[in-house]
């Protein structure tokens, strides 16, 4: 493999061919035109693939209604930037929908690309970016959702996050040194003691760690790194230590030199085989080390001896205290992440009417609101939106998360969202619990609903039922977050989706110490 890792040859697959033929970020000169061909016109390499490299995503199940997917670093956005996000929801009537992502960033749904160029006009003004957010790039970076505002955090990592994104998109117009990676790569950081960016399941990952001072000195906070965490269709890892600690002021700088090995030393002709872990495997952990340290210039230090991930996870569902006396945030549900315009404009006067006019967003697919006096805090708790978006949900629907599914997405097999919607209402009725139980919808073996990180994580697929395909999902479980991370294995195939709510009622009921409400006959 040469350094470059960019030349088109035989041994290539399609999408290295693309890449080489023309760099996606060249199609943001060509807006005006597209939008002025029409999608059909297009051509459809430009419209099914490089518009990916602007956030643009083409999809086969809604034709000429197209998908956007935002940057948000830490998921935090402003008042004024959710209203725009409405407002360009608005415009597409019935089929405009937003999803809130497993990385904390918003899709909007229903766009069309004759009005790209006003949308993108709109984006800038309020300092929006879609830029380098599909296909073979840095996808939006993960942080603390309650970074600043938590006592118990060891660092603020938000600025951290916000400077790795300038520096991966330049600034967030685009960045050529890194649109051409061999594939996606995923990167969060995390200064809490819970884990809440599911650290292991990133291609690149800081995690809080303090180094022993020399001779008495008081301990060094910074972060241990680990690398090579990925869900794919087919193979599943968690991320591994580095055996590498890092200074808060030397974080992007490890991320620029780990990225530049990546794309230069990357694995290209397969592409089932081009995640960071397959290079990791290929070399071996001691030379893909030894070459970061060559791209940085100097050693890495080598890992502290233990990181401070030792809370269970939190869902910052509920009011919380801030460390800024006076203060509160409240974390609120957005059931499986959708909403509306309307739902959109609301969270938007909620946060300015209450707050300091900010929003973020969980990987957990929720919202909360900081800076909530405490003088305030009752009457927004009496706002008629919370009466959907709820800060006490049900067991199950707190927890529930969920991928777009065959809706709007070619790739699930099977439909996701309103099916576990309604799941998870009949069994919320059914039983009674003693615990929170996380279950995780994903539509196909891609994994972008993250079952392998769920207590119960349902994975859709082809099943059979007297002898004709349906629907149906294959059963994960075991899957940890917070401290102790670790992925959950699958228990079960093929289950038809008509018949898996009483098998999932019985896992609730003999692993989770759920029970039949009297009223309940089975």
Partial sequence: ???????????????????????????????????????????????????????????????????????????????????????????????????????????????????????????????????????????????DPVAGLDASELFDTRELVQQIQDMITNNGVGNSEFSNLPRKFNIAITAGRDNSVHAEINDLAFVPAFKEGQEGSQRQFGFNVLVGGFFSAKRCDAAIPLNAWVAPEDVVAVCRAILEVFRDRG??????????????????LDKFRSEVENRLGKPL????????????????????????????????????GRFFADDMFQIARLAEVYGSSEIRMTVEQNVIIPNI??????????EPLLERFKIEPGTLTRSLVSCTGAQFCNFALIETKNRALAMIKELESELTFT??????????????????????????????????????????????????AHLGTCVTK?????????????????????????????
């Fill in 1 to 143: 493999m040469t350094d470059t890792a960019t030349t088109t040859t035989p041994s290539l697959n399609k999408f290295e061919k693309l890449k080489a033929e023309k760099d996606g970020l060249a199609v943001k000169a060509e807006i005006e035109k597209f939008a002025s061909l029409g999608w059909e016109a297009m051509d459809e390499t430009d419209r099914d693939h490089r518009l990916k490299w602007l956030g643009v995503f083409f999809r086969p199940v809604t034709p000429g209604k197209f998908m956007m997917r935002l940057r948000m670093p830490s998921g935090i956005l402003t008042s004024h930037q959710m209203r725009v996000l409405a407002e360009v929801v608005q415009r597409y009537g019935e089929d405009g929908y937003a999803d809130i992502t497993t990385r904390q960033n918003i899709q909007l749904r229903g766009i069309r690309i004759e009005d790209l160029p006003d949308i993108f006009n709109k984006f800038e003004a309020v300092g929006l970016t879609s830029v380098q957010s599909g296909m073979d790039n840095v996808r939006n970076i993960t942080g």
């Fill in 267 to 284: 694995l290209r002709a397969n592409r089932q085989k081009s995640r960071l872990m397959w290079l990791i495997d290929e070399w071996g």
């Fill in 301 to 336: 230090i080598s890992a502290a001896a233990k990181d401070e991930i030792d809370w269970e996870k939190r869902d910052h569902i509920g009011v919380y205290k801030q460390k800024q006396p006076g203060l509160n945030y409240v974390g609120f549900n957005v059931p499986v």
């Fill in 373 to 382: 006096a405490d003088s305030r805090l009752a009457t927004f708790l009496t």
């Fill in 435 to 484: 615990q929170n139980v996380r279950i995780h919808w994903t539509g196909c073996p891609n994994s972008c609903g993250q079952p392998q990180v769920a207590d119960i994580g349902l994975m859709g697929t082809k099943a059979r039922k007297n002898g004709k395909p349906v629907e149906g999902v294959d059963i994960y479980m075991g899957g940890k977050v917070g401290k102790e």
């Fill in 494 to 522: 093929g289950i038809p989706c008509e018949d898996l709510q009483p098998v999932l009622r019985q896992l609730l009921i003999e692993n989770f110490g759920a029970r039949l409400r009297e009223a309940v006959i089975v």
